[in-house]
């Protein structure tokens, strides 16, 4: 059974760093790709990062391109989402996701915003960490 766990989440000020872990268990980490999601209060959830453990490849959101780095470690099987340069638009709660389907995973990022019937649509979810970045 796909189990995903987010920890490293908290509160930090704006121009900060946080890095999150996604801890992995029950699959093979090389079948799947690894998404980093957000939903601000109020808001849909939306795509952060996604990454292919298999070749390496990343993908981020315009939001956060260069000031995110999303990393897997395959020993510890975990993935990681390093956040720097943190603004005040970036609180959040951050949600690890699993899906075989790489092409999926991008298609989500693509979407910017994602429906609560969507997100159903991809099946293994954590249960979230939440970072809220004070100005």
């Known amino acids: 059974e796909v189990h995903l766990v987010e920890s490293g989440g908290g509160s930090v000020q704006a121009g900060g760093s946080l890095t999150l872990s996604c801890a992995t268990s029950?699959?093979?980490?090389?079948?799947?790709?690894m998404g980093w999601f957000r939903q601000a209060p109020g808001k849909e959830r939306e795509g952060v990062s996604i990454?292919?453990?298999?070749?390496?490849?990343?993908h981020y959101a315009d939001s956060v391109k260069g000031r995110f780095i999303i990393s897997s470690d395959k020993l510890k099987r975990t993935v990681y989402l390093q956040m720097n340069s943190l603004k005040s638009e970036d609180t959040a709660v951050y949600y690890c996701?699993?899906?075989?389907?790489?092409?999926?995973?991008?298609?989500?990022?693509?979407?910017?915003?994602?429906?609560?019937?969507?997100?159903?649509?991809?099946?293994?979810w954590g249960q979230g960490t939440l970072v809220t970045v004070s100005s």
């Open positions: 029950g699959f093979n980490l090389d079948d799947y790709a």
């Open positions: 990454i292919s453990s298999s070749d390496g490849m990343t």
């Open positions: 996701a699993a899906e075989e389907s790489k092409s999926l995973l991008l298609a989500f990022l693509a979407l910017g915003s994602i429906t609560t019937r969507q997100v159903g649509y991809l099946e293994h």
